[in-house]
């Protein structure tokens, strides 16, 4: 998945301006106590940071 894939699947779940938010803000157990962003910055996978994201918030299947 490109980063800009994931980008877009984020704004359609969360919003464009909370995705940032919730991206920079939340950290997530699931990626080792890390936000998105570090979690990407890190070397993560885009499709594995969003199938995170995914299983932790509860994504319709239709954004997946």
Known sequence: MRLTDF???MAE???PAYADSFARDHVMSE?????????LDAGWDAK???RVV???MDVPRHLR
């Open 7 to 9: 980008w877009q699947r």
């Open 13 to 15: 779940h969360f919003g």
């Open 48 to 50: 594995d940071v969003w």
């Open 54 to 56: 995914c299983a932790a």
């Open 31 to 39: 990626l080792g106590g890390r936000t998105v962003y570090e979690a």
